[in-house]
């Protein structure tokens, strides 16, 4: 769950520059967004189980 969050967030951080704080925010929305849809999946996931 971690990696799959440091993984979003390193491929975000490489792809915009961080010179830009208007990329940068939208980056971590995005990361939190990603981030949030994967924790949801997961719980599902384990209900299921």
């Known amino acids: ?5 440091g ?3 390193g491929l975000l ?3 915009s520059p961080l010179d830009n704080p208007i990329n940068v925010r939208k ?4 990361i939190s967004f990603f981030h ?3 924790k ?3 719980n599902a ?5």
């Not at 769950?1 to 969050?5: A, I, K, P, R």
């Not at 980056?27 to 995005?30: D, G, K, T």
């Open 7 to 9: 993984f979003y967030k």
């Open 45 to 49: 996931y384990k209900r299921e189980r």
């Open 36 to 38: 949030e849809t994967s």
């Open 27 to 30: 980056s971590i929305q995005i």
């Open 40 to 42: 949801a999946v997961l």
């Open 13 to 15: 951080l490489f792809l």
């Open 1 to 5: 769950m971690v990696t799959l969050f």
